[in-house]
């Protein structure tokens, strides 16, 4: 490799630069304190787990996804975690192992082998927060109001919520008495929303009914009327998702009372989650980034494979994709200090510090304007003195 290419890093993998890492520490001090004001508690999971606890048998687009190494102790295949809410349910199911309703919340890097969209980065940083031992829609309607909550925190305007439901197709698969294998054709023909690949992929199933249930999954999308829409397609299909359009319509109701300036856009072919997910799924978009800024739903059936069924409901947000988009925090004016030698120096900067002051120290004279100071620490005859910029 030449010497002019080592700087170079792999495609959609960046990394952050003062200014950008600023911002998203500073949204993710926010968003922890915000998630800790609604009662989660924070984890840490490793980056990397056996294959096995990731579940990379059970999720083909999740398989995919993720880097695999060697362990060279155990000789294991191990995976860099490609998602964090898997290792939260584990953590959930087994480190823990609580009674009741459990709320967990994270902060952490995960790394993709291809981008899931073509803007999007394959390391992004994700933050999140996930509700474990509650069945109901109320769940579902407190995490999707704390990814709206933390996203008016960071003051990100224009949001449209795209809502959706896994239940219809999972019932249509159910009806349809189909191989894991074809059934995964389907996803993800619905997930591109080929038209051409879902015929292919359905072309032996004779039950019609579920045919044409998941032809019309493909343009049941638009405002709130796709729900009567739905209702009544199903309702001549004789294929009951009552209980999926009722959720749908409680999330709706509630999400239109509480926050008026959000745009809703239903999907009920909306299947961009990993396969785990079994009910309500939601994404947010905002105007200016090709791709989904918070996404979530719920996953009841993934901590089975841990030894312990569990009613699941989470989100999390793309920090790397909402720095374009957050408010930018605004950055305090450091104080510029001439290099002292004497120990009253030294001390006088570590009180400044102490009381949350951004000091600079500087040697010869060799202050650079990108430093950004608004003051001068000097040294007068009584002491040392805070002096404006501008006056030298």
């Not at 010497?3 to 890093?9: N, Q, S, T």
């Not at 051409?196 to 032996?204: G, H, I």
Request: hydrophobic content about 40%; overall charge negative; aromatic content about 6%.
């Amino acid at each position: 490799m030449a010497i002019e290419d080592r700087w170079m890093l792999p495609d959609g993998v960046q990394e952050l630069l003062p200014e950008q890492a600023s911002v998203v520490e500073a949204m993710r001090r926010g968003l922890l304190d915000l998630f800790h004001a609604w009662g989660y508690d924070l984890v840490v999971p490793p980056l990397v787990e056996f294959t096995e606890s990731l579940l990379l048998d059970q999720s083909h687009d999740l398989d995919i996804q993720s880097f695999k190494v060697t362990d060279q102790i155990s000789g294991r295949t191990m995976a860099v975690r490609a998602d964090i809410t898997a290792q939260v349910s584990r953590i959930d199911a087994h480190s823990l192992a609580r009674q009741g309703i459990s709320r967990l919340c994270y902060v952490g890097s995960v790394l993709h082998t291809k981008p899931s969209a073509p803007l999007a980065s394959r390391a992004p940083i994700q933050a999140g927060a996930e509700l474990f031992g509650e069945p109901s829609i109320a769940a579902d309607i407190e995490v999707v109001e704390l990814m709206l909550d933390s996203l008016a925190l960071l003051e990100v305007k224009d949001i449209t919520l795209d809502l959706g439901h896994v239940g219809l197709y999972r019932r249509l698969i159910t009806m349809a008495d189909i191989s894991d294998e074809q059934a995964d054709q389907i996803f993800s023909a619905l997930q591109r929303k080929s038209a051409t690949a879902l015929e292919r992929a359905m072309s032996n199933i004779d039950n019609q009914n579920v045919v044409q249930g998941l032809t019309a999954l493909r343009g049941l999308h638009g405002g709130v009327a796709v729900l009567e829409q739905a209702k009544s397609l199903f309702e001549s299909l004789d294929v009951d998702v009552s209980a999926e359009l009722g959720e749908l319509k409680q999330v709706i109701d509630r999400i239109s009372a509480r926050f008026t300036d959000i745009n809703l856009y239903i999907d009920l072919g909306e299947l961009r989650g990993y396969q785990y997910h079994t009910g309500l799924v939601f994404s947010a978009y905002v105007p200016g980034v090709g791709v989904s800024v918070a996404n979530g739903g719920r996953y009841d059936s993934l901590a089975q494979h841990y030894g312990r069924a569990r009613a699941a409901t989470g989100f999390n947000l793309d920090l790397k994709a909402l720095t374009t988009v957050a408010q930018q925090p605004r950055k305090a004016k450091a104080i510029c200090a001439d290099y002292d030698p004497s120990v009253e120096f030294a001390d006088h900067v570590k009180q400044l510090r102490q009381r949350g002051e951004r000091v600079v120290v500087v040697y010869d004279g060799n202050y650079d304007p990108s430093l950004d100071c608004n003051r001068r620490l000097i040294l007068k005859d009584e002491g040392f003195e805070l002096e404006p910029m501008e006056e030298f």
